[in-house]
């Protein structure tokens, strides 16, 4: 399962983008996130994720938080 960081995030709207380890930009839709209980993500968060193209563009899905720095 791929990890990386949170670019930047919008709780409003549910979506953001972040940036794989090996340098991917991949977007954050509402409903990326898999754990319920987080209503935000924050700035460099460290998280894992599935990738799934959409409309030919990499999102995430299954989106765990790794850290809670």
């Not at 919008?10 to 409903?31: C, H, K, M, Y």
């Not at 209503?39 to 938080?65: K, T």
């Amino acid at each position: 399962m791929p990890q990386g960081t949170i670019r930047d995030y919008d709780p409003a709207t549910g979506q953001g983008s972040l940036l794989t380890d090996d340098r991917l930009e991949v977007a954050i839709e509402p409903g990326s996130i898999a754990q319920e209980a987080i209503r935000s993500l924050r700035l460099g968060q460290r998280v894992r994720f599935e990738i799934e193209e959409l409309e030919g563009r990499p999102v995430a899905r299954g989106l765990r938080i790794v850290t809670f720095d």
